[in-house]
């Protein structure tokens, strides 16, 4: 087989093959060939694998999730080399467990891969970075946190990112947080007020670390005393 | 409310013979002429308001024709602060600093339905309107506001600004958010027009 399949469609397509892609099934389309490669290399470790409306869903148990996502990652027969997002999903049934999602593409071989790990009730929401593999998972598991409050262990940075970061309000899309916060907006505005955007930030963030050395004598020797830009 | 100016702060109407000489008067209007004529715009643009905003920059709509032919995009050489869009608690700070980084006389927009209360988005993460954190001179309502309506905003700040007077100094006045300067807002009446109102009521339900 090709490592390629390639797909005509529009007004490329040969004349007999539809212009648009097949329909899909919500259930019982071909699942991706790495389900079963998954499952034959890490057994019980992959709980339940499911095709929904042609895309494949693999249960991870949490604590392998790194190992699965590595071996997807390096195999030469999987060659996943695309993280498009890491996310969760809390559900409204309090009896579901929060889940964290990767979604794996690998551009070699056209596949598309959702990697499902489901954190147990009662548990800490912890659960292995794949920062090592993916540098792109960096901002993707930062925003997860920031909005799930889900740790990644071995992020190298992990913090807030869409909200601010002495934001103490907990964590927005958790299904037990109210729409408009649970501060009132008095309190919302004087903390937000109070955020100060500049002092955090470290001369790289700040990307003037390249431009150190054509900065004034002044600036350079108050930088170097550890003075922040900010007030 | 506790929001009404006392009478210091008032604007006061035009009336020059009553009050003031010629010369002096004519001086105001002289003034007040060239600034209104020349308001150099901080667009402030943030979400789908700044588009309708940049079309009406654009030559159909010709915003040079009021005078703000040039876009300030530096707030120390700006006259009027334009927010249009909503501002996200995140942003809450940097547009205040904003706000304090321009030079009297100063005025505000605040374009659209979200930068004047917030509009659709009653909610954890944006402001209920840009008045609770700078003074607004002019709210233009609309989701977004068409051109038309901007200008029209834009004329009645021209409005505002021919009739102010160099004697009153109480509108150039820099206030700080304290206790006891006419544009603090008290938490209160924070929380009151945070309200909710409408379908949006039924917002506050969490699910479980």
């Known amino acids: 087989m090709s490592r390629f399949e390639v797909v005509h469609t529009g007004a490329s397509a040969p004349a007999g093959q539809p212009a648009t892609l097949k329909r899909l099934s919500h259930r019982g389309e071909a699942a991706n060939p790495s389900a079963q490669a998954l499952q034959q290399k890490f057994g019980d470790a992959i709980k339940r694998v499911e095709v929904i409306w042609g895309e494949t869903v693999v249960y991870v148990h949490p604590s392998t999730v790194h190992d699965v996502i590595r071996w997807l990652h390096d195999d030469s027969s999987q060659l996943y080399d695309f993280l498009s997002d890491v996310t969760a999903v809390e559900y409204r049934d309090a009896e579901v467990p929060i889940e964290v999602v990767w979604h794996l593409r690998s551009l070699p071989f056209r596949r598309f891969l959702r990697v499902k790990a489901q954190i147990p009730k009662g548990q800490p929401l912890e659960i292995d970075s794949v920062y090592d593999i993916y540098r792109a998972a960096d901002w993707l598991e930062r925003e997860c946190y920031d909005m799930f409050g889900i740790r990644f262990r071995g992020h190298p940075d992990l913090r807030r990112i869409l909200m601010w970061e002495q934001y103490k309000e907990g964590f927005p899309l958790r299904k037990d947080f109210p729409l408009r916060g649970r501060f009132s907006r008095s309190e919302q505005l004087r903390q937000a007020l109070a955020q100060n955007p500049e002092a955090r930030y470290s001369m790289e963030e700040l990307s003037i670390a390249d431009a150190y050395a054509e900065l004034p004598q002044d600036m350079r020797d108050r930088l170097n005393t550890g003075e922040r830009t900010g007030e | ?208």
């Open chain 2, 1 to 208: 409310m506790g929001l009404s100016a006392s009478g210091e702060h008032r604007t006061v109407s035009y009336a020059p013979e009553a009050q003031e000489g010629w010369i002096a008067t004519r001086l105001d209007f002289v003034v007040n002429w060239a600034r209104a004529n020349s308001l150099w715009p901080m667009p402030f643009g943030t979400a789908c308001c700044a588009i309708e905003f940049m079309a009406t920059a654009a030559s159909d709509f010709d915003l040079a024709r009021f005078g703000m032919e040039r876009m300030s995009f530096s707030p120390r050489q700006a006259d009027v602060l334009i927010c249009a869009g909503r501002v996200p608690f995140k942003l809450a700070p940097i547009i205040r600093r904003i706000w304090q980084q321009m030079p009297q006389p100063k005025w505000s927009i605040s374009m659209g339905a979200c930068a004047s209360t917030g509009g659709m988005f009653d909610n954890y993460a944006v402001v209920q309107g840009i008045d609770t954190i700078i003074p607004v001179d002019v709210y233009v309502p609309g989701c977004p506001p068409r051109p038309e309506g901007l200008i029209y905003g834009i004329r009645m700040l021209q409005e505002k600004v021919k009739n102010e007077r160099a004697a009153d100094k109480g509108t150039r006045d820099e206030m700080e958010p304290d206790p006891t300067s006419q544009l603090y807002i008290p938490p209160s009446v924070i929380d009151e027009l945070g309200e909710p109102f409408g379908n949006s009521v039924n917002q506050t339900r969490s699910g479980l």
